[in-house]
């Protein structure tokens, strides 16, 4: 079935440093992909997407382009401030396979001032 | 809008009590689902909705059950609580052609 892998955390970093955070994926069709990002106490709120190959989803300064060639989904940003310190989810939604949106297991990123 | 609501916020239940977890949207969102989230095994999901009186399971189903009277609203019923479903419990919704989905603010549940 679909599936998503997201690199484990903690991630700590310190303010300004550049952020990856891996994500790759597995998909029967032909899934969107998605960043989610969940702030203390809160809900998961859309941070970014890319809906087919190639595609680039950015917001806020964090980017990720949609691979193909290595299904992949990678996040990125140039420099990361305090107030990212979140728990970041990747996920899909595979239209062709079940319609279901999977969720990696969330990666927590820590920012130092 | 308020988006998606859910009641409580913070709940305690003894073993084998019966509670019901409130969802609503008004964004007249065809699908809804219910998650929980646990430590270090990210969003599970419980059951899904596709419309009005059509619900199915999801991942983690046992022990829950869920009804779709209604497009606005989608309960979940723990039907005898057990410690193993202390958790964050979230309610999203999403449109028929949209991808994105909107979570609601989470209930956390502890079972003693």
């Known amino acids: 079935g679909d599936s998503v892998t997201q690199m484990e955390g903690p991630v700590t970093l310190s303010e300004e440093a550049f952020l990856t955070i891996n994500c790759t994926y597995t998909a029967t069709g032909y899934p969107s992909l998605f960043w989610y990002v969940q702030y203390p106490g809160e809900g998961l709120q859309l941070l970014l997407k890319a809906t087919k190959a190639d595609d680039k989803g950015s917001n806020k300064g964090f980017e990720a382009t949609y691979r193909k060639e290595t299904t992949s989904f990678h996040l990125e940003k140039g420099s990361v401030q305090v107030s990212d310190s979140a728990v970041y989810f990747c996920a899909l939604s595979d239209r062709g396979g079940d319609d279901k949106i999977i969720f990696g297991k969330g990666t927590r990123l820590h920012i130092l001032p | 809008n308020a988006g998606v609501t859910q009641t409580p916020k913070f709940q305690v239940l003894k073993t084998g009590q019966s509670m019901t977890l409130q969802c609503a949207q008004d964004m007249n969102h065809e699908y809804m689902s219910w998650y929980r989230q646990d430590p270090g095994m990210g969003l599970r999901l419980i059951h899904y909705?596709?419309?009005?009186?059509?619900?199915d399971q999801g991942e983690v189903p046992n022990g829950y059950n869920v009804s779709r009277s209604t497009t606005e609203d989608f309960p979940l019923r723990l039907l005898s609580a057990a410690p193993s479903q202390t958790s964050v419990y979230f309610c999203a919704s999403r449109g028929r052609i949209t991808d994105t989905q909107y979570f609601g603010p989470g209930t956390r549940l502890t079972v003693l």
């Open positions: 909705s596709v419309g009005a009186g059509i619900t």
